[in-house]
Structures are given as structure tokens and as C-alpha cells.
T-cell receptor, first 115, second 117 residues
Framework: DARVTQTPRDKVTEMGQEVTMRCQPI?????VFWYRQTMMQGLELLAY????????DSGMPKDRFSAEMPDATLATLKIQPSEPRDSAVYFC?????????????FGPGTRLLVL | AQKVTQAQTEISVVEKEDVTLDCVYE???????LFWYKQPPSGELVFLIR??????QNEISGRYSWNFQKSTSSFNFTITASQVVDSAVYFC??????????????FGQGTTLQVKP
């Protein structure tokens, strides 16, 4: 049963600290997405990669957020420095896409609390 | 503009009742995909169904069924004989030509379903 995995599941940190979230996409999937979920904004797309190349990160605050895919089995999302308004659940999703409309499968999320 | 509207914020039913979750979408494209995801209290997002715009056949999977009507731009989800384990937030999502070039799923705000014993 292939699944997207994310670590850590929960993270509590203090304002100003660096936060790194990791995602392992489903083996063979070529597209990885990062989403953020908050009560106010719902689910927002932050960034996405296809074949490890970043294709769109327009949803991401550039000054403090960065997303990378060091290899096909690992995607990372970093926040430096973190702020209380970054508190949210961060989801990674992966898909095997050709047309861009294939099903996205989500990981369990990282629940981030910035104090 | 692409948009997904789930007008029902919260629904509460008693176990064994049938319940329908509404989803209305907007898109200018003729080719698009519609999705439903379930988010149980544990927090993960679970894929339920994908439907493309050229397939208007209704889908049934066990107690779940989906009614796709292009004429009213709706993709409603019905749970028959609801169970407590169906309690979750349900999201409807759209992927069309414009959003799919960015890989973006356009999500509705979600409907929280509470099934009471």
C-alpha cells in the first residue's frame, strides 16, 4: 500500500527558529506538491515540482520559505525564520502526471505551531 | 475564474440516515477533473474519487455515490446509511486546463459531517 510519508508529524517551535519539513513521495510519482491548510484560508498550494524541477512556487512567501527536491525520493520545505502566522498543517502530495490532472495523493501532514 | 463552492459548512445526521454533500464548480474550460477528498479527525486527506468532464455517468462505490451534472455544474456526494466513521470534513476539488498547468487543485472550503450514534 504505497503512501506519501511526511516528517515530523508535529512540530512546536519558537518564533525565529528554522523549521524543516520532509516528504517522501510515492515511488514512481514524478510530481510533488506542498500545500498549507489553515482555518482562515483553507488549502493553499505553496509550491510544486515535476521531475524534481520547481515549476511553480508563486504561493510561497519567498523571503522565508524555500522548497527543494534533493532527489526523487525526498522533498523538503524550510521556513527560516519562522513566525507565529506560519502555524498551520503542511501537506505534501504526489502524483504521476502527464497532463497535470492526475490524482494527487496526500501525506498525513505536518502540524506546525510557532510560538 | 475557477471556483469550487461547498455551501454546507456543517451537517449533522443520525447514524443510518442518508446525507448528500453539495459541490458546485465554476470553470470556463470544457475539459476538467473533479475530485472528492475526505479528511477524518486524524487529519490526513484521503482520495475518494476522480471524475472527468466527459463522463457524466453516476458512480457508486458501496455506500458512497456521486452525481455529476454538467448542466448545473454540480458534483454532489451522497452517503447512504451513514455511519459514525463517516464523520469527517469532505472536500470537493477542481482541476482544469488553467489550474492543471500549475498542478493546482482548487479546493472548496469543505463540509464538516458529523454522524451521531
Amino acid at each position: 500500500d504505497a503512501r506519501v510519508t511526511q516528517t515530523p508529524r508535529d512540530k512546536v517551535t519558537e518564533m525565529g527558529q528554522e523549521v524543516t519539513m520532509r516528504c517522501q513521495p510515492i515511488l514512481g510519482h514524478n510530481t510533488v506538491f506542498w500545500y498549507r491548510q489553515t482555518m482562515m484560508q483553507g488549502l493553499e498550494l505553496l509550491a510544486y515540482f515535476r521531475n524534481r524541477a520547481p515549476l511553480d512556487d508563486s504561493g510561497m512567501p519567498k523571503d522565508r520559505f524555500s522548497a527543494e527536491m534533493p532527489d526523487a525520493t525526498l522533498a523538503t520545505l524550510k521556513i527560516q525564520p519562522s513566525e507565529p502566522r506560519d502555524s498551520a498543517v503542511y501537506f505534501c502530495a504526489s502524483a504521476m502526471t502527464e497532463t497535470g490532472r492526475e490524482t494527487q495523493y496526500f501525506g498525513p501532514g505536518t502540524r506546525l505551531l510557532v510560538l | 475564474a475557477q471556483k469550487v463552492t461547498q455551501a454546507q459548512t456543517e451537517i449533522s445526521v443520525v447514524e443510518k440516515e442518508d446525507v448528500t454533500l453539495d459541490c458546485v464548480y465554476e470553470t470556463r474550460d470544457t475539459t476538467y477533473y473533479l475530485f472528492w477528498y475526505k479528511q477524518p479527525p486524524s487529519g490526513e486527506l484521503v482520495f475518494l474519487i476522480r471524475r472527468n468532464s466527459f463522463d457524466e455517468q453516476n458512480e457508486i462505490s458501496g455506500r458512497y455515490s456521486w452525481n455529476f451534472q454538467k448542466s448545473t455544474s454540480s458534483f454532489n456526494f451522497t452517503i447512504t446509511a451513514s455511519q459514525v466513521v463517516d464523520s469527517a470534513v469532505y472536500f470537493c476539488a477542481l482541476s482544469d486546463l488553467r489550474s492543471s498547468n500549475t498542478g493546482k487543485l482548487i479546493f472548496g472550503q469543505g463540509t464538516t459531517l458529523q454522524v451521531k450514534p
